[in-house]
C-alpha cells in the first residue's frame, strides 16, 4: 500500500517562515510534489523533486530525502495570500497516477 | 494557454440518478486523469488515460464508474446509477506526454442527496 502523512494544520504570521513536512510509505516511488489549493480552487503545482536536495522557486523551495522517504515545502517571506491547503504527493510507478497526503492547511495571521 | 476546465462546477442529484461530468485537458496534453476527494478524505486517484486508451483504471471504485476520451480529446465520467457515497469533488489533471506536472482543474463537486 502507499500513505503519506503530513500535518492537518499550520499557522504562522506574515513574514516568517513555516516549514510543511511529508514522510512516505510507498512500493515505488519516482518523485514527490507539492500542490497548494486555495478554498473552491484546482490544486496548483509548485514543485517537483526526484532528486534528494533543495529545489528552490522564487519563496518556495521543496526538499527530499529518499533514504528518509521524506520531504517539506518551506514558504518564506509568508504573505497572506499563502493561506491555503497543501498537499504532498507520491509519483509511485511509471504509469505517472499521483497518491496524495491528507493536505495541511495553513493559516497566515498578520 | 487555457488551463484544464471540468462542467459542471457543481451537480447536486438524487440517489438512483444518473451524472456525467466533462473535462477539458490542457490542449495538447496526451494524459488525462481523474481523481477525486471524498469528504474529509485524501485526493484519491481514479483512472488514467493516455490519448483515448485506459492507462490504468485501478482506482476505479466500482462498475458504476464508466469513463470515455472519445477521440484523445476531452473525457466525460459517468456515474450510473450515483449512490450517497460517490459525494465528493471530482477532478481532473491533464500532462504532457513523457509525464512532467500535472495540472489540475478546478473540479466538480457532485453531492448525491
Known amino acids: 500500500g502507499q500513505s503519506l502523512e503530513q500535518p492537518s494544520e499550520v499557522t504562522a504570521v506574515e513574514g516568517a517562515i513555516v516549514q510543511i513536512n511529508c514522510t512516505y510509505q510507498?512500493?515505488?516511488?519516482?518523485?514527490l510534489s507539492w500542490y497548494q489549493q486555495h478554498d473552491g480552487g484546482a490544486p496548483t503545482f509548485l514543485s517537483y523533486?526526484?532528486?534528494?536536495g533543495l529545489e528552490e522557486t522564487g519563496r518556495f523551495s521543496s526538499f527530499l530525502s529518499r533514504s528518509d522517504s521524506y520531504g517539506y515545502l518551506l514558504l518564506q517571506e509568508l504573505q497572506m495570500k499563502d493561506s491555503a491547503s497543501y498537499f504532498c504527493?507520491?509519483?509511485?510507478?511509471?504509469?505517472?497516477?499521483?497518491?496524495f497526503g491528507g493536505g495541511t492547511r495553513l493559516m497566515v495571521k498578520p | 494557454e487555457a488551463g484544464v476546465t471540468q462542467f459542471p462546477s457543481h451537480s447536486v442529484i438524487e440517489k438512483g440518478q444518473t451524472v456525467t461530468l466533462r473535462c477539458d485537458p490542457i490542449?495538447?496534453?496526451?494524459?488525462l486523469y481523474w481523481y477525486r476527494r471524498v469528504m474529509g478524505k485524501e485526493i484519491k486517484f481514479l483512472l488514467h488515460?493516455?490519448?483515448?486508451?485506459?492507462?490504468?483504471e485501478s482506482g476505479m471504485p466500482n462498475n458504476r464508474f464508466l469513463a470515455e476520451r472519445t477521440g484523445g480529446t476531452y473525457s466525460t465520467l459517468k456515474v450510473q446509477p450515483a449512490e450517497l457515497e460517490d459525494s465528493g469533488v471530482y477532478f481532473c489533471?491533464?500532462?504532457?506526454?513523457?509525464?512532467?506536472?500535472?495540472?489540475f482543474g478546478p473540479g466538480t463537486r457532485l453531492t448525491v442527496l
Open positions: 504527493a507520491v509519483k509511485g510507478n511509471a504509469g505517472n497516477m499521483l497518491t
Open positions: 490542449s495538447g496534453h496526451d494524459n
Open positions: 489533471a491533464s500532462s504532457q506526454v513523457g509525464g512532467g506536472p500535472q495540472f
Open positions: 488515460f493516455v490519448k483515448e486508451s485506459k492507462q490504468d
Open positions: 523533486n526526484a532528486l534528494d
Open positions: 510507498t512500493s515505488g516511488f519516482y518523485g
